[in-house]
């Protein structure tokens, strides 16, 4: 230290104890305190405080005593010159001592985003070490911006180099950045050089100089942050920024303005996307220029868990842990992170090739205690775990092996194995377990090298799996991996009788007995049950006897029996014997007595069905308890339980009790003659539910003023529930309700009457007083302990007039005669159908034709209109009061004149028409009818001789109708009108060629009759008129 610098702090300390000397006395004598003066205060401010404390008017009679006027000056006088000597060499000694940085440089690292700074201090005094603190100011921009203010302190000597990083969050590319700093003694030997320094100049820092008119650049490039932190993405550009739009991993972002040419987004809280990096770019719009860039997430490394080391032999000391999520990124960013084992008591260090474990020699030598820190480190941070441990302490022992099976029987077994040698000072404890029939065997051996155990008590025929395990017996880490063997232990003949039940049901004089039985389990089959051997005995006739081999798994057999006395044997059969038998009695009465027992209700319960009996006389040896539970075919798997003597109650559960399923319970005691006989009949339900459906009612009796309801048909055994009664709901416009009815309201808003009938046997009700000619609904409804039934449709009814009787009693009688009058027409329709509207005749079955055949008319025969297919037909048929056109040369007929024949001419068509030929011409007598006013049914009488056939050949049609025409109009003025009728005379043409001369004498009759000359109608006075000879012969056709 200097001279300088001593006579300074000897200055002040003498100053300092000067004043609180001065202090001390100047309060003990006048009792007036003495102001503080700072050391940095001038003797000037001193001398005036002192001044100041001796005027009497500042004070209350501040006066100093006489004796102490001296002192007092003496004590100014040495102040003022210790003041002075200390400023002056204060000002010199700060004049000296200037630590201002000099020769400060600013470089950058575009990888880390960082500005370096480097700079020295050149005025230490005298090459001494002195501790400083530096402060450092960053701005962006411009100077005046500043964006970052810090303090680094080190220790510096003359004339060194100091070097400083800054990492910036926004990339260096992006801004220009200016630098500064001043500095202060940091050391308490020398507070006065505590004092900073003059800022050193600004250092400007450009990394991107010049822009081009359409660039675009986005910065940082290919940046590694860690998930979670954050990350600031800047672009500079020569182009307007309204045009420049930005994307992270597709997706819109927008930034903040840095300047003209800038723009940063700062993203905060990253995500790992994936390893591969996240793409962030920028474009012009409406233009090709793009630019972008990939920066990195890493995963945060996660601390090793489970870290622990254990050896199988006492040669290798195997570490294992849980690595956590890999932290590696694809294009050699970041590698996955590598993992160091160090052992701090032997000092060795070795790089793991694995991710989660790592192998250790181990030496010779003698040592047992290890203490192994694992550290895994990335790019961004380490992480570190540790464990002692002493090596004995970590044995975790190899399988067992050469498991062996000895003296397999059908209960023992000799098992042995043997272990891995881990020296003859270190014991383990096997532990062995045996799994077969549903159990689980374990016991525990120690050994050292060989192991052996006897299992006894095992199940005949069952296949068993042995494994065994090892630890270290004195200080147990873990057990070593199973080692497992499998063997089967051979069959024995069953060691009990099969548990057997029955039915027996009395049909025509015969007994049908259904014997049920269940398989025996493992532990009593000892072995594969393979088939069962029932055995029926006739207590009458003991010498016979029925043998059934049931295979299995049947559980039953159907026997008929007549109605004796049987006992039945029951066995089960392995591959070795036979079991003991079940004995089941079937007396020669069947013992259920069912219309004897009286049918009791019961409820079950979550866990099932409490029932209880009355106990039994002496004679009981146990009671079965047996009951149904239906399955969805319908078919009734019958259960039991079998019980001692001296019970009187059971708890009956089985999974598969269902909601809403009625079950039956009977109570059978078992005589000592093993008979079994039934005691009391239970019903109920597990848990009841609400009805499925409602009754149907039919209406009956219904009167003007009250009508019957009934429900004969519904059923209560198969409802879901006990059915308790029925409500019967009735609903009245008047909306008043009968004695007896309750008001209800359903669905919310409907007001109806209620009635409950409390007798479920009760399936009629009657509704009264009841007003005629009103309309009523109603809906009766069945309800068990769960609910009523589903609400169904109302059906309305009507009550008919109070006189409606009265109607009824008139219209049935009505109703009744017309009935009897239609029966009776209907018995005698024969006789009034022959009276009102007989029959026409048939002109086949008519006595007439018979009459008029002759010798001289053979051939005179009946004509069927079916046997004719005419070529033209023209009828015609004018009453009076019209005209008609007969042919083509008829005059027309005036309304005065008489009324002419009907004409109907079946003439053929052809060239030879004209010509005469054959006919046979006929008269239907069966219509020559009289058609006089009175209706007669009588016939008119007509003369057989010459008829015109026997004429010869008909003339032509034109003269024989004028001939007709003439003789007819003059022989009606002179016949009389109930005497005219018609005859109807045909000529046929034959079909036989040639002979014009004469009819043949048996002529042929014509498959198809087409050449008809004519057919007309000629009364029967006419009938026997000779015709013209002369008239010519002539045909037309129609």
Excluded at 168 to 188: G, K, M, N, W, Y
Excluded at 248 to 263: P, R, T, Y
Excluded at 776 to 785: A, I, L, P, R
Aim: proline share 7%; charged share 20%.
């Amino acid at each position: 230290m200097s001279f300088a610098h001593l006579n300074i702090i000897s200055g002040n300390i003498l100053l300092e104890e000067l004043q609180s000397h001065t202090q001390r006395r100047i309060h003990d004598d006048i009792h007036f305190p003495m102001p503080q003066v700072p050391a940095s205060q001038s003797s000037l401010q001193y001398v005036d405080l002192v001044r100041r404390s001796e005027d009497p008017r500042l004070g209350r009679k501040a006066r100093i005593p006489g004796p102490m006027a001296f002192f007092a000056v003496f004590q100014k006088t040495l102040l003022l010159a210790l003041l002075s000597w200390r400023t002056f060499w204060s000002e010199v000694l700060a004049e000296y001592v200037s630590l201002t940085p000099e020769s400060l440089k600013v470089s950058t690292n575009s990888t880390c985003q960082c500005l370096q700074l480097q700079w020295s201090v050149h005025q230490l005094p005298h090459h001494q070490e002195l501790k400083m603190l530096f402060q450092m100011e960053i701005s962006r921009i411009k100077p005046s911006n500043v964006i970052w203010v810090g303090n680094y302190s080190t220790t510096v000597k003359r004339d060194q180099v100091l070097h400083w990083s800054w990492e910036s969050e926004l990339p260096l590319e992006c801004a220009t950045h200016f630098v500064r700093i001043q500095s202060r003694a940091d050391d308490a030997k020398f507070p006065e050089l505590s004092i900073w320094s003059n800022w050193s100049s600004w250092e400007e820092v450009h990394v991107q100089r010049s822009l081009g008119p359409n660039t675009l650049l986005v910065f940082p490039k290919n940046k590694l942050v860690e998930e979670g932190s954050s990350i600031t993405i800047c672009y500079i550009s020569g182009i307007n920024h309204n045009n420049i739009t930005c994307y992270l991993h597709e997706k819109l972002i927008h930034g903040v303005q840095l300047d003209s040419n800038a723009s940063a987004f700062k993203l905060n809280n990253i995500p790992f996307i994936r390893k591969s990096g996240t793409n962030f770019f920028c474009e012009v719009n409406q233009t090709d220029i793009k630019s972008g860039t990939t920066f990195f997430v890493s995963k945060v490394l996660e601390e090793p868990k489970n870290f622990s080391c254990e050896t199988q032999d006492f040669k290798t000391l195997k570490c294992t842990w849980y690595p956590g999520v890999d932290t590696g990124l694809d294009w050699n960013m970041q590698p996955s992170q590598s993992y160091t084992l160090f052992e701090s008591f032997s000092g060795k260090k070795q790089n793991c090739k694995h991710k989660n474990s790592c192998n250790w020699k181990i030496t010779q030598d003698v040592q047992e205690t290890y203490n192994f820190t694992l550290t895994t480190a990335n790019y961004f941070r380490k992480r570190s775990v540790n464990i002692i441990f002493n090596l004995t302490h970590r044995v975790h022992p190899m399988a067992p092996h050469s498991v062996r099976f000895e003296s397999i029987g059908a209960t023992p077994v000799l098992m042995s194995w043997k272990v891995h040698a881990l020296g003859n000072y270190l014991t383990l404890q096997c532990q062995v377990e045996l799994q077969g029939d549903g159990k689980v065997i374990q016991h525990s051996v120690d050994m050292k090298v060989n192991g052996k155990l006897l299992f006894g008590e095992l199940v005949p025929g069952t296949e068993y799996m042995a494994r065994v395990r090892c630890a270290n017996a004195k200080h147990f880490w873990k057990w070593s991996e199973w080692t497992v063997e499998n063997f089967t232990t051979p069959e024995a003949a069953p060691s009990e009788a099969p548990d057997v039940w029955r039915t027996v049901k009395s049909e025509n004089r015969s007994h049908i007995v259904t014997l049920f039985w269940k398989p025996l389990s493992k532990l009593h089959a000892n072995g594969k049950i393979l088939f069962y051997n029932v055995v029926v005995e006739n207590l009458d006739e003991p010498s016979t006897s029925e043998l059934h081999a049931i295979p299995a798994p049947a559980r039953g057999i159907k026997l008929t029996l007549d109605q004796c006395s049987y006992r039945i044997h029951i066995t089960a059969n392995n591959s070795v014997g036979t079991s003991p038998a079940s004995v089941i009695m079937v007396p020669e009465d069947s013992g259920n007595r069912t219309e004897e027992v009286e049918e009791e209700r019961i409820i079950g319960k979550e866990d099932g069905f409490f029932i209880s009996w009355k106990p039994q006389s002496g004679d009981v040896i146990s009671y079965v308890v047996d009951w149904c539970e239906p399955h969805q075919d319908l078919f009734c798997d019958l259960q039991w339980k079998k019980l001692g003597p001296n019970t009187t109650f059971s708890l009956i559960s089985s999974d598969t009790f269902r909601p809403g399923v009625r079950y039956n319970f009977r109570i059978y005691g078992i005589s000592t003659k093993k008979t079994a006989y039934l005691l009391e009949y239970k019903t109920g339900y597990s848990q009841e539910l609400a009805p499925l459906d409602s009754p149907r009612v039919a209406i009956a009796n219904l009167t003007s003023r009250s009508f019957a309801m009934t429900w004969k048909d519904y059923s209560t055994e198969s409802q879901p529930g006990f059915i308790q009664g029925y409500r019967v709901y009735l609903k009245a416009r008047a909306r008043q309700c009968h004695p007896g009815f309750e008001n209800v309201v359903l669905s919310g808003v409907s007001i109806y009457c209620k009635y409950t009938i409390d007798d479920p046997k009760k399936k009629t009700f009657v509704v009264e007083n009841l007003q005629p000619e009103s309309s009523y609904e109603f809906f009766v409804t069945s309800y068990t302990g769960a609910g009523e039934g589903p609400n169904g449709t109302f059906t309305e009814v009507t009550t008919p007039d109070e006189h409606s009787h009265m109607m009824i009693l008139i219209i049935l009688p009505m109703i009744l005669g017309v009935l009897l009058i239609m029966l009776s027409c209907y018995w005698k329709s024969d006789w009034v159908k022959e009276k009102c509207y007989p029959d026409i005749p048939d002109p086949y079955k008519s006595s007439i034709l018979s009459l008029i055949k002759s010798k001289e008319n053979p051939h005179l025969t009946i004509m069927s209109v079916k046997d004719c297919i005419p070529d033209a037909i023209e009828v015609i048929n004018k009453p009076e009061g019209t005209k008609t056109q007969l042919l083509e040369t008829r005059k027309p007929v005036t309304e005065n004149e008489l009324t002419k024949p009907i004409y109907l001419y079946l003439l053929p068509e052809g060239k030879d028409s004209s010509d005469p030929g054959p006919c046979i011409c006929f008269e239907n007598f069966t219509y020559n009818q009289s058609a006089s006013d009175s209706g007669s049914c009588g016939h008119v009488s007509v003369p057989l001789e010459d008829p015109p056939c026997q004429l010869g050949l008909l003339p032509s049609p034109n003269n024989l109708l004028k001939t007709l025409e003439k003789n007819y109009m003059n022989s009606l003025g002179e016949m009389p009108a109930e005497e005219t009728s018609l005859s109807y005379v045909s000529q046929l043409a034959s079909p036989i060629p040639g002979d014009k001369d004469s009819l043949p004498t048996n002529p042929p009759v014509p498959a198809h009759c087409s050449e008809y000359k004519m057919q007309m109608a000629v009364p029967p006075c006419l009938a026997s008129l000779p015709l013209n000879e002369n008239s010519s012969q002539s045909s037309m056709t129609l």
